[in-house]
Every structure is written in C-alpha cells, then in structure tokens.
C-alpha cells in the first residue's frame, strides 16, 4: 500500500511540475526584464515545493547570499537547480553545461533567466566563457554553480571543478558553500518517481577572496576550503575523484584560467 501511495504521489509531483514548466515558460517568453523573469521563476520554484507538500528550510548565514557572490553547492539530484532557484535572490546567474543549449525547453527557459552556459570539453571555448563569465561577476551579478560537473547514483561529494572559484578569484567576489540536504532523498538519481521529503539549504559564512588575475594558489585554497564546509554538514563520504565523462586536466584548465 505504501508503495502503491507513492508512486501516486510521484505521477501528482510530474503533473504539478509539467504544469508548472509550461505555465512559467510561457511567462518567461513575453515578460520583459530579466529581473522580473527570475523572480517569476523563483516564485514558480517556491510553488512547486510548496504544491507537492515538500518543505523548504534555509538556516546558516543567509544574509551573505543577499549580496553579490559565487554560491557552489552539492549536486546529487536533478531538483537542484530549481533548489537553488527557490532559495536565491534574483540576482543571481547560473553556471550551466553548454550541452544543455541542445535542450528545447530547458534551453529557453534558461536563456531567458540569463544563464551562463558553460564550454566543458573544448579548451578555446572554455577560455572564451571563463572571460565572459568574470566580466557578468565584475557587472554585479551573483554566480550560482555545481562544482561537482554533474551528480552520481552513489552518496558522495566528488572533487571540485575550479571555474567558479577562478571566476571569483578574478573578480574580488567572496565564495559561498550551500550544503543542500534532501534532494537525493527526494528525487535520486536511480528513480524516476519524487517521494515526499523536506529540504533543508545550510549557508555557511562567506569566504573572501582577494581580486587577483592569474593566482591559482589563492583558487584553489578557496576551492578547497568550499569544499571542506559542504562536506562538513553533508553527512555523506568524502569521494575525493571527479566523475567520469569529464573534461581533461588541459582543458579544465581554460576556466581555471
């Protein structure tokens, strides 16, 4: 019976979510500013928690997320991205895989909220968006990004990605970890269907950087040290590799660059 009600509950949280997608798409299409889109979608994504009975909690230092910075979170769910869209203010721009221009309605969705798509496997490429990125967090946006690449099946924090760490290195922007906790409960990887659940966003306090062209020491010490706080409130191993399927060291090295 429990498994018959869940799987209700899952076919219910697709409708609300389909619902959703297509209503604030179509929003999204013929609403002017880019301020006003991302607060639409901020509220789409609130709602769509909010409808499916799944609750939202933010604690830790959120007051740090209110101005411009790099927030870096865990990846272990496809609900992420609309996590962190629910939770952050509308200034802030998202770091997305490139491939994801090949999406149709993700895509436009995303160019409308003026995401940043990401180069991960051409090296000239990725130059060019690690430019276009610093000059968008030099302009007073926010930058939001996984810094894990992509998610696993398995529980785990995998080894981090330094774009988003050069990126605030470059620009003088202080880093913020978010530990996000009950998306892999929710929606795993493995499973088609959402369960009920709670999430819970943990905002540790803000690490500053110093604004420096070419100083991998200082990227990587960030880096290093985001990662440290997400996994300290996690409560899942320390993996210590990054995912297969992933850029080589030259070319990552375009966006540490």
Request: hydrophobic content about 45%.
């Amino acid at each position: 019976m429990r498994r018959i009600l869940r799987g209700i509950y899952g076919l219910y949280a697709w409708a609300v979510l389909l619902i959703c997608v297509v209503l604030t798409t179509t929003l999204l299409i013929f609403v002017p500013g880019l301020g006003s889109r991302r607060r639409i979608a901020r509220f789409s994504a609130r709602l769509l928690f909010r409808a499916c009975g799944i609750g939202l909690k933010i604690s830790g230092d959120v007051a740090v997320i209110e101005k411009s910075c790099v927030v870096v979170s865990n990846h272990a769910s496809y609900l992420d991205g609309i996590i962190l869209t629910a939770a952050l203010p509308p200034h802030f721009s998202f770091l997305v895989k490139r491939e994801m221009k090949s999406v149709p309605v993700a895509s436009l969705l995303l160019r409308r909220l003026g995401t940043e798509f990401v180069e991960r496997f051409d090296f000239r490429r990725g130059a060019t968006d690690a430019r276009r990125i610093i000059r968008t967090a030099g302009g007073g946006q926010g930058l939001a990004a996984f810094p894990e690449g992509t998610f696993r099946q398995e529980p785990g924090l995998g080894r981090f990605y330094s774009g988003a760490f050069s990126a605030a290195v470059r620009s003088g922007m202080p880093v913020v970890p978010i530990t996000v906790l009950g998306s892999r409960h929710i929606l795993p990887a493995n499973q088609m269907l959402p369960v009920p659940g709670n999430l819970h966003l943990i905002v540790h306090p803000a690490i500053p950087t110093k604004k420096s062209a070419v100083d991998r020491d200082a990227v990587f010490r960030v880096r290093d040290l985001a990662r440290e706080r997400i996994l300290s409130a996690l409560g899942e191993v320390n993996l210590d590799f990054r995912l297969p399927a992933t850029p080589t060291d030259a070319q990552q090295n375009a966006l540490d660059l």
